[in-house]
């Protein structure tokens, strides 16, 4: 095993994986034919979470991201492997609180930016021991 | 090489995950029933609070502090274990690679890493386990599971300096590490080892090294013994192990939310746990033929004392085995009567399944007598509906609706990873 295997790190979601997933018609007359191009379905989990281990639900209260089309109520799944890129939508934690904003690094400056002309921009020094970030916000699951 | 991964109060460390106001705060989780303190953080150490302290009797400390205290919240606590476990046998690229010898512990082996690479590699499992998990572990790597313990030992000991990370390599950086570390922390010295070792003059785990194999195996319990000082030598003598796959017994055992004087309240529990331990029967295809249960009365002159007076035990053999909980449930139920004296306080019981074999009965067994087969499907039926509902809500009346006995958890958090209705909120 090399040293610098670790460095990295990738983890594809569902790893088990076995043939009686895919479904069959059950059909006793005509309708077997379909059976060769049954296929397996679509699994959200699979789809939706890339690295089990490290993949967390959230529930957002308030809206203070209704910009960025995510709501009162509504479920994030967030990935605490992946690198808070600026840009991304992240959960941070502050002064002991956790919040969900995104991210905007400069070279000496971190700013938490709210999508809604609500509530204020947060702007911390890049040393800062009290701002964290907790994971980043991958999807957000909205009920229609 | 071979490493060991152990999570940092790991309670602690799962409860402030969801609470990252209490990061550097002190924090102590208390077992069940609210019983005594099971993990403590860093600083809760730090303001004295003990192990294993009954949680009345740390109380005033606790307010003293402001140290926050959570009830046992294992929904939680298995779930994160599960995710640090999958993120190392990830890293390793290899299942076997991994053995989990407890629920915030783990061997990992490191193959023919080169030394000098041996740090980096560490560091990098512990910080990849921190950042996928948010769980910080310490890491002893050495040639042997009892010098990597050692080296984990001396990393916890002195978290600033060695970040959490120890290796002892050479033989001379184990050496001087055996020399720092007294023989009563060496690992499968227990505390009656340790007494007779400090008596002989022997305080030191390098002192222990230097005896010869074969007083080992006299002094120090046999092969056991011997294995120890070769392991202390750098001699590997544990390799690793697999998962006990098929269990032999199988017990569920639970202290009481209260005191529990009527001998309903004790058949619903034993019903209950008979059930739980039934369905653990199921799931390693087993079948059991003995059954025992035991009850565990308070002493008489309790309110001096504290203690729990001696367990009180019968059992039966069944004509034959079986995994069907109907079947379990009635026999111990009526071992109850046997056992229950009416006047006693009781505190604790629990009911072990033995005498194990394959359950003939499973599904698909060209075998199996035909009523035997519909017991089994009802069986995996009701298994299926309260592994995917949670919460028992399938159960044999005899488990009781009231459940006066039920564990007490008044300081639990949110189940915040395993229910969908208990998930962090973030604002």
């Known amino acids: ?62 809206d203070a991201m209704t910009g960025a089309g995510i709501f009162d109520g509504d479920t994030i799944i967030v990935d605490r492997s992946l690198k808070a890129e600026s840009g991304k939508v992240v959960v941070a934690t502050l002064n002991g609180e956790m919040l969900i ?44 | 090489m071979k490493a060991i991964v152990d999570c940092n109060s790991f309670y602690c460390s799962c409860e402030r995950l969801f609470r990252p106001d209490l990061q550097q705060k002190p924090v102590v989780v208390l077992s069940n029933n609210d019983g005594c303190i099971v993990s403590r953080s860093d600083e809760a150490k730090a303001a004295g609070v003990g192990m294993a302290v009954p949680y009345f009797e740390a109380r005033p400390l606790i307010q003293q502090h402001g140290i926050t205290a959570f009830s046992s919240n294992y929904n939680l606590y298995g779930d994160m274990s599960w995710r640090v476990m999958e993120t190392l046998r990830h890293l390793l690229g290899n299942a076997t690679k991994v053995e989990v010898y407890s629920v915030d512990e783990a061997f990992i082996d490191l193959g023919d890493i080169p030394a000098e690479k041996l740090y980096d590699t560490a560091m990098n499992i512990r910080q990849t386990v921190e950042q996928w998990t948010g769980i910080s572990v310490s890491i002893g790597v050495a040639p042997t599971k009892t010098l990597a313990k050692l080296a984990n030992f001396l990393a916890k000991k ?34 009656a080892y340790a007494k007779k070792l400090i008596d002989l003059g022997i305080t030191s785990a390098w002192e222990l090294s230097t005896m010869p194999e074969e007083w080992g195996y006299t002094n120090l319990g046999g092969v056991v013994g011997a294995r120890l000082i070769r392991e202390l030598n750098g001699l590997p003598s544990r390799e690793m192990e697999k998962p006990l796959v098929t269990k032999k017994m199988i017990a569920t055992t639970r202290m009481f939310g209260q005191p529990v004087t009527d001998i309903n309240d004790i058949k619903e529990a034993i019903a209950t746990y008979t059930s739980r331990a039934a369905e653990k029967l199921r799931r390693q295809h087993s079948a059991a033929k003995v059954i025992s249960v035991f009850i565990v009365p308070r002493e008489q002159n309790y309110e001096v004392s504290f203690r729990r007076g001696a367990t009180i035990s019968s059992h039966i053999t069944l004509p034959a085995a079986t995994s069907s909980t109907n079947e379990l449930i009635k026999p111990a139920v009526q071992l109850v009567d046997d056992l229950y004296e009416q006047g006693k306080v009781y505190k604790k019981a629990g009911v072990m399944l033995a005498g194990l074999e394959p359950d003939e009965s499973i599904q698909g067994n060209l075998f199996a007598a035909g009523p035997q087969k519909y017991q089994r499907l009802l069986m995996d039926m009701m298994d299926n509906i309260n592994f995917s509902m949670r919460d028992d809500v399938l159960k044999f009346a005899a488990s009781g609706l009231a459940r006066n006995w039920k564990m007490r958890q008044e300081l639990r958090s949110k189940r915040y990873t395993t229910r969908w209705e208990e998930l962090y909120e973030v604002r």
């Open chain 2, 158 to 191: 002195n978290k600033a300096a060695t970040q959490c990370v120890k290796v002892l390599a050479t033989r001379e950086e184990q050496v001087t590490a055996m020399r720092q570390t007294r023989v009563s922390n060496v690992w499968g010295v227990g505390w």
């Open chain 1, 1 to 62: 095993m090399e040293g610098d295997y670790f460095n990295e790190t990738s983890y594809r979601g569902t790893k088990k994986f076995s043939q009686q997933d895919v479904k069959t018609a059950d059909a006793t007359g005509f309708g077997a034919a379909a059976d060769d191009y049954m296929e397996r379905g679509i699994d959200l989990n699979e789809q939706l979470i890339r690295n089990k281990p490290a993949t967390f639900f959230m529930r957002v209260r308030g």
């Open chain 1, 101 to 144: 904003r995104r991210l905007e690094k400069t070279f000496n400056k971190v700013r938490l930016l709210p999508e809604t002309p609500k509530h204020a921009t947060i702007e911390v020094d890049a040393s800062c021991d009290s701002l964290g970030i907790w994971g980043v916000v991958t999807y957000s699951i909205h009920p229609v």
